[in-house]
Nanobody, 127 residues
């Protein structure tokens, strides 16, 4: 599976941005999908995950209520809608394709649970 992230950019604090991730080369609907981010000098951290059907989602506490993950299996694309952005949201955002099974009581939040990664898209939030 190849993943191509896009939609990053520069936005002012309080603004919104939507990043997308298009998949190819595999059966997209078989995979749970996740978004991670990595700021300079920091480890890659989990942001959000969504089950293969889109029926279950999970968020990091730092983005809960501000970010929304969604997917369109017909378009082989997963989205991350980011609202009320803060300067601390500045990072490279990566999409990833993960396990075919998604357990709501134990969603995939660790990098090793994901098999395929996109190249990342830069999101910069100015204060």
């Amino acid at each position: 599976v190849q993943l191509q992230a896009s939609g990053g950019g520069l936005v002012q604090a309080g603004g919104s941005l939507r990043v997308s991730c298009a998949a190819s080369g595999g059966t997209f609907s078989m995979y749970a999908m996740g978004w991670f981010r990595q700021a300079p000098g920091k480890e890659r951290e989990f942001v959000a995950a969504i089950s293969w059907s889109g029926g279950s989602t999970y968020y990091a506490d730092s983005v809960k209520g501000r970010f929304t993950i969604s997917r369109d299996n017909a378009k082989n694309t997963v989205y991350l809608q980011m609202n009320s952005l803060k300067p601390e949201d500045t990072a490279v955002y990566y999409c990833a394709a993960g396990p075919g099974t998604y357990y709501s009581d134990s969603p995939p939040t660790r990098t090793y649970e994901y098999d395929y990664w996109g190249q990342g898209t830069q999101v910069t939030v100015s204060s």
